[in-house]
């Protein structure tokens, strides 16, 4: 079986720790890459392309400083080769506004992130799971 690549971008130190202690002995365990700000996001995801290993999930916040999670998966949906990259946000609001404005830009999938560990913890299992095991995507190369 391949190794599963995952993108997960998050300007909070903390919950990037919690993510890759959830993510760690996750069954399947995917290689996490981790960006702290939209435009390193973007980096490394154009890299990634001109590598051809291009992540199979981007798990994405949606409220950072200088390039939002918005911008961010506008400007992944806008770049060619990106488009079709599965990019689920995951993030600290319920509010109604924030999840529809995401998938009115192309989101995956919205989940707000649980305040308990072990939740959390499940949450991203779920998700790691679903999206680099059981979904299918279409690929590109």
């Not at 409220?63 to 060619?80: H, W």
Request: with cysteine; proline share 6%; aromatic share 4%.
């Amino acid at each position: 079986m391949n190794t599963r690549r995952i993108l997960l971008v998050d300007d909070n130190h903390n919950d990037l720790e919690l993510a890759l202690t959830a993510l760690d002995d996750a069954p399947g365990r995917p290689e996490v890459q981790v960006a702290s700000s939209g435009p390193a996001a973007l980096q490394l995801l154009r890299e990634a392309r001109a590598a051809g290993c291009l992540p199979d999930l981007v798990l994405l916040d949606l409220k950072m400083p200088q390039m939002d999670g918005l911008a961010v998966l506008d400007a992944i949906r806008a770049e060619p080769g990106l488009q079709g990259l599965p990019v689920v946000m995951l993030t600290t609001s319920g509010e109604g506004r924030d999840i529809r404005d995401c998938y009115a830009h192309g989101a995956s999938g919205y989940v707000v992130k649980p305040l308990d560990f072990a939740q959390f913890r499940e949450a991203l299992r779920t998700i790691q799971a679903f999206w680099t095991s059981l979904n299918r995507v279409p690929r590109t190369h």
